[in-house]
Every structure is written in structure tokens, then in C-alpha cells.
């Protein structure tokens, strides 16, 4: 294999951050730098420059060798950490409805607004277990304390995102 094959092989490993806050020159050709280089493809988004998120992913998709995964983390929406997104509430507020099909609505809302992006892989959702309520991490982005109801709601979005055309994580 040559450098060059394993180059190619490895870019498709790796998922590299693009701050959307940035001059849009200097992302853009730092982005384009690992792509020629080291044949990376897959940037995961970050910042609250909506229009560089547009910007920056129809950019870097040009002249790409397979579909690349652009991401984010939009656990409560897009308006979460960009301008002019839906802000959704937390978790823990969803699971109040204990209605999975709210779940799916925002999951697929949520796929809407990114695809419009040009995202296609969200970090979401959060699917931890709220046991301790005193987790300042987990706290609120948790569906709550029983399992069941995380279970099902977590399943709920995640559907949502996906039959919208973004993949989920958890």
C-alpha cells in the first residue's frame, strides 16, 4: 500500500472540527488543506454562525471522494448553539409529555434544519439515565430516571432523525 492509499484509507477515519465562528477564508482553507493533504472529509461543525455552516459544508463537499459525514451536536435543536434555529427544551421536558411521537416530531424538525445546514450526522440524543439529580452535566438533557422512558424516547428521536436523513449517536 502506498503512502498515499493509506493516506486515503485513514482521512475516511477521521472527523476533524470546523469552527463555523472563524474567518470564513481561514477555515475554508485549512478544511481544504486536510482534504488535499490527508484526504479527510468528515468535520464535525461548531459555533453560532449559522450562514458558515451552510457555507463552509457546501464548500468542502465539492469534489469529494465519498459521502462524507458533516456533523454537530443539536441535542435540543439547531437554534441551540446557532442563530435563527429552533431552540427546543430540554429533555427532561419532553419526557414530561411522556409521548414518544413529540420525540419523533422534534427529531425530525431537528434532521430538517440541518439538513438545510448541509449536516447529515447529529450527536444526539442524549440517552443517560438521570439517577443522580444533582449531575450538573446530566441534569436536564436527561429524558429522567426510568429507563423505560429514556429507552423510548431516545428511540423516538433517534427515528426521527434518521427517517429525515441524519444519523443519530448515543
Given at each position: 500500500m502506498t503512502e498515499n492509499e493509506l493516506?486515503?484509507?485513514?482521512g475516511q477515519f477521521l472527523i476533524v472540527r470546523c469552527n463555523a465562528d472563524e474567518d470564513d477564508?481561514?477555515?475554508l482553507d485549512y478544511c481544504s488543506r486536510l482534504k488535499e493533504k490527508y484526504h479527510v472529509e468528515n468535520f464535525f461543525f461548531y459555533g453560532t454562525r449559522r450562514e458558515n455552516f451552510i457555507k463552509f459544508s457546501?464548500?468542502?463537499r465539492q469534489n469529494t471522494e465519498y459521502h462524507p459525514f458533516y456533523s454537530a451536536d443539536f441535542e435540543r435543536g439547531t437554534g441551540t448553539n446557532t442563530s435563527h434555529g429552533t431552540d427546543f427544551p430540554?429533555?427532561?421536558?419532553?419526557?414530561?409529555t411522556q409521548d414518544p411521537q413529540l420525540a419523533?416530531?422534534?427529531g425530525k424538525a431537528i434532521a430538517q434544519e440541518m439538513k438545510y445546514l448541509g449536516l447529515n450526522w447529529n450527536y444526539a440524543p442524549c440517552i443517560d439515565v438521570n439517577y443522580e439529580d444533582r449531575n450538573p452535566v446530566v441534569n436536564i438533557r436527561s429524558f429522567g430516571e426510568d429507563p423505560q422512558?429514556?429507552?423510548?424516547?431516545g428511540k423516538a428521536i433517534c427515528r426521527?432523525?434518521?427517517e429525515n436523513?441524519?444519523?443519530s449517536c448515543i
Open positions: 493516506n486515503r484509507l485513514l477564508k481561514f477555515t457546501q464548500k468542502l430540554g429533555n427532561m421536558a419532553l419526557a414530561a419523533y416530531l422534534q422512558l429514556v429507552s423510548r424516547m426521527g432523525l434518521e436523513g441524519v444519523l
